[in-house]
């Protein structure tokens, strides 16, 4: 158990509709990561948030939003889905992950939601 | 963007069995970390290991930095081995970074009794 919590484990939804996945990160990490693990893409970085504002942003279709939240848990909105966006959604986090050096510290990994899209 | 090429694809062995997994990168990198894949789809942290070598049981793993090459050696290989493994680096070299990993594509590793 990494101690990264993801819900549902599962979600099954139409093409058109609004999904909201939630993560809360391990205790006293600050940063957290969505990740999304499909067929053809394999695994790619979504967004980053430290403290509630936003870092970095990957491939993230501007279908995605994301927030963290002062409780320091996250939720990553899909919106207008396709089939396409069928795939495993994982969130990570760990202590930093912000300014020099950030990289240096372990990303832990949540069981992930599994989301697809008839 | 930094490249990351999982070798081999796939590996079958035989319970009892050791096997090499290699990662190459094509950036110098702040974070690298090797990972197991389930059957169930669980990511699990393996290594965190940006240089150096490391040990976990029947696990272990050596970065060659400079070599832009890390390594991951299974030994005495058994069923719950099996899964897919993943590389994953973050790119940078003491400069301002956010974490972002980039991953291979893994190795597909079945353990057969």
């Known amino acids: 158990d990494s101690g990264v919590t993801q819900t549902p484990k599962h979600l099954i939804t139409a093409t058109g509709q609004r999904v909201t996945l939630r993560c809360s990160p391990r205790?006293?990490?600050?940063?957290v990561y969505w990740y999304q693990q499909s067929l053809d893409q394999g695994l790619q970085f979504l967004i980053q948030?430290?403290?509630?504002?936003?870092?970095a942003k990957g491939n993230i279709l501007e279908r995605f939003s994301a927030q963290q939240f002062p409780d320091l848990h996250s939720e990553l909105n899909l919106s207008s889905l396709e089939l396409g966006d069928s795939a495993l959604y994982f969130c990570?986090?760990?202590?930093?992950?912000?300014?020099?050096?950030?990289?240096?510290?372990?990303?832990?990994f949540g069981p992930g939601t599994r989301l697809t899209v008839l | 963007g930094i490249q990351v090429e999982q070798s081999p694809p796939d590996l079958i062995l035989q319970e009892g069995a050791n096997s090499t997994l290699r990662c190459n990168f094509s950036?110098?990198?702040?974070?690298l970390q090797w990972f197991h894949q389930n059957p169930w789809g669980q990511l699990i942290n393996l290594f965190y290991?940006?240089?150096g070598t490391k040990q976990n049981g029947r696990l272990s793993a050596t970065t060659v930095a400079t070599e832009r090459y890390s390594l991951l050696y299974i030994s005495s290989s058994q069923t719950t081995d099996s899964g897919v493994y993943f590389c994953?680096?973050?790119?940078?070299?003491?400069?301002?970074?956010?974490?972002?990993?980039?991953f291979g594509q893994g190795t597909i590793l079945t353990v057969h009794p």
């Open positions: 990570a986090s760990s202590v930093v992950g912000i300014g020099e050096w950030a990289g240096a510290d372990t990303q832990y």
């Open positions: 205790s006293g990490d600050l940063s």
């Open positions: 948030y430290y403290n509630g504002e936003e870092r």
């Open positions: 950036d110098s990198v702040n974070n």
């Open positions: 290991i940006p240089s």
């Open positions: 994953a680096v973050e790119a940078g070299a003491g400069g301002t970074s956010y974490g972002k990993l980039t």
